[in-house]
């Protein structure tokens, strides 16, 4: 989680601090609905969805607790509707960092992990491609059985690249856009390519984040940390706040100190 201030600044606010979407046992229907159309939306990269495109069988089998949310998920991935708006229509690459994005709420880290679901792709087909993200370790820690998958390349967390940070926002196009345009080719292409990294944007002015990536040497930033926790868990046990002064230079060694020992940064600031 990141500070308000810095979730509007960077334009992803509705996602900061939401609720993370969880199928319960003793849910409601209308909680259920809510998870069915939160599944719709981050599967289908918020993609507008007609009354006559729902899955109306897997919904029913969701609703009966027949099936799991990581199952409901799953099938609307491996669904007709699902290839047509996403797999023929992109190029390859832009298909596989869009399934990053979908189903592990992150963008590729570099160009080893495209290459890894290209040839699994060419190799093995479409239903293996999809199921390897359902199936793997990193699905089951964060989201398990019964989470929707949600963006979570917006806040730092334990096994992850600092780099994920920027690359997410390079295919996150806004709360309120939808990822359904063409593109010739993935929008981190070349970025993957060159093992390069792209600014990070303030919402609606054009500039770019400074310090982190290439400047503002003999400056201090200050963070707040907190304490670390299980990942994809909620708790309701109030977790510790620590405060850190720390200079430009040895920015990046303490961030990923804390990432190690599965701190989670809710604020950094120029000091």
């Given at each position: 989680?990141?500070?308000?201030?810095?979730?509007?600044?960077?334009?992803?606010?509705?996602?900061?601090?939401?609720?993370?979407?969880?199928?319960?046992?003793?849910?409601?229907?209308?909680?259920?609905?809510?998870?069915?159309?939160?599944?719709?939306?981050?599967?289908?990269?918020?993609?507008?969805?007609?009354?006559?495109?729902?899955?109306?069988?897997?919904?029913?089998?969701?609703?009966?607790?027949?099936?799991?949310?990581?199952?409901?998920?799953?099938?609307?991935?491996?669904?007709?509707l699902y290839r047509q708006k996403f797999f023929h229509s992109n190029p390859?690459?832009?298909?596989?960092?869009?399934?990053?994005?979908?189903?592990?709420?992150r963008a590729p880290y570099d160009q080893a992990e495209i290459a890894v679901?290209?040839?699994?792709?060419?190799?093995?087909?479409?239903e293996a491609e999809i199921n390897s993200y359902f199936d793997s370790p990193?699905?089951?820690?964060?989201?398990?059985?019964?989470?929707?998958?949600?963006?979570?390349?917006?806040?730092?967390?334990?096994?992850?690249?600092?780099?994920?940070?920027?690359?997410?926002?390079?295919?996150?196009?806004?709360?309120?856009?939808?990822?359904?345009?063409?593109?010739?080719?993935?929008?981190?292409?070349?970025?993957?390519?060159?093992?390069?990294?792209?600014?990070?944007?303030?919402?609606?002015?054009?500039?770019?984040?400074?310090?982190?990536?290439?400047?503002?040497?003999?400056?201090?930033?200050?963070?707040?940390?907190?304490?670390?926790?299980?990942?994809?868990?909620?708790?309701?046990?109030?977790?510790?706040?620590?405060?850190?002064?720390?200079?430009?230079?040895?920015?990046?060694?303490?961030?990923?100190?804390?990432?190690?020992?599965?701190?989670?940064?809710?604020?950094?600031?120029?000091?």
């Amino acid at each position: 989680m990141t500070s308000l201030i810095a979730a509007q600044r960077l334009g992803f606010e509705p996602y900061n601090g939401s609720p993370r979407l969880e199928l319960r046992s003793t849910d409601s229907d209308e909680q259920v609905e809510v998870v069915i159309r939160g599944a719709y939306r981050q599967i289908l990269g918020n993609e507008h969805l007609m009354s006559s495109e729902r899955l109306i069988s897997l919904e029913s089998l969701l609703r009966n607790r027949s099936i799991s949310v990581r199952d409901f998920v799953r099938a609307i991935a491996q669904s007709e509707l699902y290839r047509q708006k996403f797999f023929h229509s992109n190029p390859q690459n832009r298909f596989i960092e869009l399934n990053y994005k979908h189903l592990l709420g992150r963008a590729p880290y570099d160009q080893a992990e495209i290459a890894v679901h290209s040839d699994l792709y060419n190799q093995q087909g479409y239903e293996a491609e999809i199921n390897s993200y359902f199936d793997s370790p990193e699905y089951n820690q964060h989201f398990g059985e019964n989470i929707v998958p949600y963006y979570r390349g917006f806040a730092t967390q334990t096994g992850q690249k600092t780099v994920g940070f920027s690359r997410l926002f390079q295919v996150y196009r806004g709360y309120a856009t939808s990822d359904r345009a063409p593109l010739k080719e993935g929008k981190l292409t070349r970025e993957l390519a060159y093992n390069s990294a792209s600014p990070v944007y303030i919402n609606g002015t054009g500039q770019s984040l400074t310090g982190l990536a290439g400047g503002d040497r003999g400056k201090f930033y200050r963070l707040r940390v907190v304490s670390g926790a299980k990942a994809g868990r909620q708790t309701r046990v109030r977790r510790s706040v620590s405060e850190y002064l720390v200079a430009y230079e040895q920015l990046s060694n303490k961030l990923q100190e804390i990432n190690r020992q599965g701190g989670q940064v809710i604020e950094l600031i120029l000091a």
